[in-house]
């Protein structure tokens, strides 16, 4: 599979096919929606179904060729997957739990990915109407209410306090161990891919990740936080993620400014 050049036309059909699986999901959003549980005990809704569909047909309208990899889509051996050299990664609705509480804070998440790094990502939040987009070559923008898109960078210096986000639906323990290192800290609790993208606008220094995730969890906002200049490394390391492995779950991680998690103590 060829590499993909990420033109200005792609990017534009990509946001708005994001926006339109937005649109899909705001309907039932509003609706009385049934909650499934699948095999591995996670929850998924018809919007979530409904969202994976207006993007698996979006993606193919865009290039037949690239594969899709999806949360909702088919399960791809990893002997066939292993072979792409460029595919979409994507989850059709990233915090579907917040979806059930209807906080608003759930996000599409559409990742490019190249030699199994992410190269371009869509991130739309619809119940907030806030998207966020980076490419490698292009910066990292967001865009409010669907008003302009302006660049956004990570913060270039860690302050007092040290702002740090943190998972509203999955707290742990471990976090007590890495704030301990800040004489003063705040931690702004978010759901979804946001709090990867609250680090790539310099919202946040930090999110810490120290429970699981999977691949297309991460791999749009990875895009976005590079393109502002930040990373996401694996915790204990200076190794960024890796994508495509066989087992799609992510390892424990950081995102950040390179430079501000170098200047952190060990972490173990």
Not at 152 to 172: T, W
Request: charged share 25%; net charge negative; proline share 6%.
């Amino acid at each position: 599979m060829s590499i993909m050049a990420i033109t200005e036309e792609i990017i534009h059909e990509v946001i708005a096919l994001t926006r339109q699986a937005g649109s899909a999901i705001m309907e039932m959003y509003k609706t009385d929606f049934d909650i499934q549980i699948k095999a591995d005990n996670s929850p998924v809704t018809a919007a979530d179904i409904k969202a994976n569909a207006v993007i698996t047909e979006g993606l193919k309208e865009i290039n037949p060729e690239i594969p899709i990899l999806s949360e909702e889509g088919r399960d791809v051996p990893f002997e066939e997957r292993s072979k792409w050299e460029t595919f979409w990664l994507v989850d059709p609705l990233d915090g579907t739990k917040e979806f059930i509480k209807k906080n608003d804070e759930f996000t599409i998440n559409i990742a490019l990915l190249e030699k199994n790094q992410p190269v371009f990502g869509v991130v739309f939040a619809p119940a907030l109407d806030i998207l966020y987009w980076g490419c490698q070559d292009k910066g990292a923008f967001k865009s409010i209410g669907g008003n302009s898109h302006k660049p956004v960078s990570v913060k270039p210096n860690l302050s007092d306090p040290v702002q740090i986000a943190g998972s509203r639906s999955h707290p742990s323990n471990k976090m007590n161990i890495f704030t301990s290192q800040f004489e003063k800290y705040e931690v702004k609790p978010m759901g979804s891919s946001l709090k990867i993208c609250s680090v790539a606008d310099g919202s946040v220094h930090f999110y810490p990740r120290l429970g699981p995730t999977m691949e297309w969890d991460t791999g749009a906002a990875h895009a976005v936080l590079r393109a502002a200049g930040g990373e996401i490394i694996k915790y204990g390391t200076y190794e960024p993620l890796e994508y495509n492995k066989r087992n799609l779950l992510n390892p424990e991680f950081l995102a950040g400014n390179v430079n501000a998690i170098r200047s952190l103590e060990p972490v173990n």
